[in-house]
């Protein structure tokens, strides 16, 4: 394994990563000005924490459904062609959306629709784009790849909302559909420089999508390690991950405008920037996978403070906290995956990975949005951070057998 920014090096200076990091970071960009604006769009229109739950839901819920028959097929197809296929037409989403706006068509029920489009299109291109990594990178830069792509989203998470808040500032929500849409086009053109020497090939086989289906979610079952990092993994995802499709209601706990929104979401990303850099210089495996199982202490604690403060800069802190807390936990669970599973189950392991990392937030946070309008989001919040705190207690004292059974 190459260490620290060796290998960050290392896996840029292949050409095809390179195209596909440069692509990725545009798109990833546009993406975030368009959720922040979509979300305090709806807030806007409904004021409500049950509709920005039930707009979370639908665009992350087809995870659960699509994304396992699509990790299925990932493992039997063309990964780069399908990923080519899905960012197209999430670029068409995108025009649709600026049309929809430029004409003030938009209301809370064309968005739940569309989210939900966008939704399946996602679900089913996640495992592809996922499991085509290990095809852009020799092995040895798999580690730092899988870095980089954690440091290049978190930089999109954080110059994405300042760029919304700039544009919901002035008034013009379209505007950030239309930079969305442009950002898609851009990574649709680095795609199509991709030129992978050896196609990712699977082997051919006759067997049913669902049988391939349960092979795959049996081998995570059976295996100990992978199986408590995937319940880690799930617990986070409904307990923690449900305060950034929250935010704008949280923000409003402390009175704060559409600029207050957006500067909570930018400190959500520079704390998950902070986390992914650091996290990029750490080779060893075996690290990787004692700080998927012990990060969840901090971000039980970290949500627990958010959801008791009273003070914004306190807020803050705890939302900076959280950003760092779930990126480290992200990039280290999804890089044991990618060590630890034959390739001939990498699609699979990665759809239900992809499953429980947006599937989880899409019912914590329609839970959270719906209670969160009955008591307000503290409560809510409260109990999945003692949630968190309790299970990560549990993994944390088991940790030595876990990592055992990883043999990374």
């Known amino acids: 394994m190459r260490n620290g ?13 390179l195209n596909f990091t440069i692509g990725n970071v545009v798109s990833l960009i546009g993406t975030w000005v368009q959720r922040v604006a979509l979300g305090w769009l709806i807030w806007e229109l409904t004021g409500s924490g049950a509709w920005l739950g039930a707009v979370a839901f639908a665009d992350l819920f087809p995870m659960v459904v699509v994304t396992p028959l699509a990790g299925a097929l990932a493992d039997r197809s063309d990964r780069l062609r399908v990923t080519r296929i899905s960012q197209a037409l999430l670029m068409v989403h995108a025009g649709l959306l600026t049309i929809f706006s430029a004409l003030g068509l938009l209301s809370p029920w064309l968005i739940l629709l569309l989210a939900l489009i966008a939704g399946v299109v996602t679900a089913f291109n996640q495992p592809f784009r996922m499991a085509l990594l290990p095809g852009l990178v020799a092995r040895e830069n798999l580690i730092s790849a899988v870095a980089v792509n954690s440091i290049v989203f978190n930089i999109a998470r954080f110059i994405g909302p300042a760029i919304a808040g700039l544009v919901i500032a002035k008034g013009s929500l379209t505007l950030a559909f239309v930079i969305n849409f442009g950002t898609f086009a851009v990574f649709s053109w680095t795609l199509a420089r991709i ?38 993994l799930t617990v986070v995802s409904l307990c923690v991950r449900p305060i950034l499709e929250l935010l704008p209601s949280y923000a409003a706990m402390f009175g704060s405008d559409a600029t207050g929104f957006a500067l909570m979401t930018s400190v959500l990303g520079l704390g998950s920037l902070v986390g992914a850099t650091w996290l990029s210089r750490q080779a060893d495996p075996r690290a990787m996978a004692t700080m998927a199982l012990s990060n ?5 604690a970290a949500l627990l403070v958010a959801a008791l403060a009273h003070h914004k800069w306190l807020g803050l802190l705890a939302l900076f906290i959280l950003g760092f807390g779930m990126v480290v936990s992200g990039i280290a669970n999804q890089t044991v995956i990618q060590l630890a599973v034959p390739d001939h189950l990498r699609g699979r392991l990665l759809a239900l990975h992809s499953m429980i990392f947006r599937g989880g937030p899409a019912l914590g946070a329609l839970a959270i949005g719906v209670l969160s309008d009955l008591t307000g989001p503290r409560g809510p919040l409260a109990v999945g951070a003692a949630l968190t705190l309790v299970f990560s207690g549990i993994v944390h004292v088991r940790r030595k057998v876990i990592l055992r059974s990883l043999d990374l």
């Open 5 to 17: 920014w060796h290998g960050v090096r290392a896996a840029l200076s292949e050409a095809n990563y």
């Open 195 to 232: 030129r992978l020497v050896s196609p990712d090939q699977s082997p051919s086989t006759s067997r049913s999508l669902l049988t391939s289906v349960v092979e795959g979610w049996r081998y995570a079952v059976a295996h100990t390690g992978l199986g408590v990092m995937l319940l880690m």
């Open 296 to 300: 969840g202490v901090l971000m039980g």
